[in-house]
Nanobody
Framework: QVQLVESGGDSVQAGGSLRLSCVVS????????MAWFRQVPGKEREGVAS???????IYADSVKGRFTISKDNAKNTLYLQMNSLKPEDTAMYYC???????????????????WGQGTQVSVSF
């Protein structure tokens, strides 16, 4: 059983930066496909970025060039560095994990079994 705990969400002004963290426990961290999703009330959960065991990354078009997903295997921690934040980035952000043959956030939230509780990011004008 894998446990995921996110942190780092905050309220910032447009153009600002935040770094989200997700601490993973309960299993061999490095073998998992890890991803960040986000959700706004009333809308479907959407993929933001994913990273596989070889640190290959995939990003949603809406965040390419602004967000960076990374991981520190020694600390069992997944990160999402968010720069040039926009009001439309406002959402609850979740980290997710699973063993996937093809690790990509494009598979959607239904492909991931393990989820954190979420951390809120709010970006104002």
């Amino acid at each position: 059983q894998v446990q995921l705990v996110e942190s780092g969400g905050d309220s910032v002004q447009a153009g600002g930066s935040l770094r989200l963290s997700c601490v993973v426990s309960g299993d061999t961290y490095g073998n998992y496909c890890m991803a960040w999703f986000r959700q706004v009330p009333g809308k479907e959960r959407e993929g933001v970025a994913s990273i596989n065991s070889h640190s290959t990354t995939i990003y949603a078009d809406s965040v390419k060039g602004r967000f960076t997903i990374s991981k520190d295997n020694a600390k069992n921690t997944l990160y999402l560095q968010m720069n040039s934040l926009k009001p439309e980035d406002t959402a609850m952000y979740y980290c997710a994990a699973d063993h996937l043959l093809f690790c990509t956030v494009e598979l959607g939230p239904q492909a991931f079994t393990y989820w954190g509780q979420g951390t809120q990011v709010s970006v104002s004008f």
